[in-house]
C-alpha cells in the first residue's frame, strides 16, 4: 500500500499541486474555457438533435474529408465541441470537464486551446490523407470514411492528456495513454482509432519541438 502511495505521488504530485492550487485560489473563475467548452458542447448536442438545429450545426461545425479544405478548416475549431451523434454525449461532456479543465489549470488557457486545436486539426488533415492513400497503405482509409462526420473533442481530449502528462513528468501515465491508443487503433482500425494516432503524432512533435528549445546550452570552455 506504501508502494503504491509512493508511486502515486511521484507520478501525479507535480500535476494534482499546480492544479490543486490554482483551483482553490480561484475556484470555478480558474477554468473559464473548461466551462465554456461544456456548456457548447452540450448546446451544440441540443441543437442536432432539433428539426430545425440539425442543418445549422452541420453547416458551422460538422467535417468530413470529402469537403473543400477551406470548408474543413473554418469548420474544425467548432467541430472539437459538436458531440457524435452515435454515441452518448455524457462522455464528451465528462472528458471535457476532466481534461480540459486540468490542462487549462496546468497549462493555462492559451496553451491549452493552442494543442487542443493542433491535435483536432492532425485528425482533420490527417483523414484526408488517409481517403487519399486508400485502403492499401497501413496509414491508409477505405473511400467510404470521406463521408463520415469527424466531430467531438476526443482528438483533443488524447492530445492534452499526453502534453500535459509530459509538461509535470506523468510519464508512465502519459505512456499508457499513448499505449491505450495504439490498442484501440490496432483493434478496431477505424477512423476515429487513426485520427488518434495522429493527434498524438502532432502533440509528440510538440513536445520534442519545446524540449529542443529548452534544452539547457553548454558552453566551451575557454581555451588555455
Not at 457548447?40 to 428539426?51: D, K, V, W
Not at 496546468?106 to 488533415?125: D, E, I, K, M, S
Request: proline residues 6%; charged residues 15%; hydrophobic residues 55%.
Amino acid at each position: 500500500m506504501g508502494t503504491t502511495r509512493a508511486w502515486a505521488r511521484t507520478e501525479w504530485g507535480p500535476l494534482v499541486a499546480v492544479a490543486g492550487e490554482r483551483l482553490r485560489g480561484r475556484g470555478w473563475r480558474a477554468i473559464p474555457l473548461t466551462l465554456t467548452a461544456v456548456c457548447l458542447t452540450a448546446a451544440f448536442q441540443y441543437a442536432q438533435n432539433q428539426p430545425w438545429g440539425y442543418r445549422f450545426v452541420q453547416d458551422i461545425g460538422s467535417v468530413r474529408a470529402e469537403d473543400p479544405l477551406w470548408a474543413a478548416l473554418a469548420r474544425t475549431p467548432l467541430s472539437l465541441f459538436v458531440p457524435a451523434l452515435d454515441l452518448p454525449v455524457w462522455g464528451a461532456l465528462a472528458q471535457l470537464l476532466l481534461v480540459f479543465g486540468v490542462a487549462e489549470l496546468c497549462l493555462g488557457r492559451w496553451r491549452a486551446l493552442a494543442v487542443a486545436y493542433a491535435a483536432t486539426l492532425a485528425g482533420t488533415l490527417y483523414a484526408r490523407l488517409g481517403v487519399l492513400l486508400g485502403p492499401g497503405s497501413p496509414l491508409g482509409l477505405p473511400a467510404s470514411d470521406a463521408r463520415v462526420v469527424d466531430t467531438g473533442p476526443s482528438a483533443a481530449v488524447v492530445g492534452l492528456a499526453v502534453y500535459v502528462c509530459w509538461r509535470h513528468r506523468a510519464r508512465r501515465t502519459g505512456a499508457l495513454v499513448v499505449a491505450a491508443m495504439i490498442a484501440e487503433c490496432a483493434l478496431k482500425p477505424n477512423l476515429a482509432g487513426k485520427e488518434h494516432l495522429a493527434a498524438l503524432a502532432a502533440v509528440l512533435a510538440l513536445c520534442a519541438l519545446r524540449a529542443v528549445r529548452h534544452r539547457p546550452r553548454v558552453r566551451p570552455c575557454a581555451a588555455g
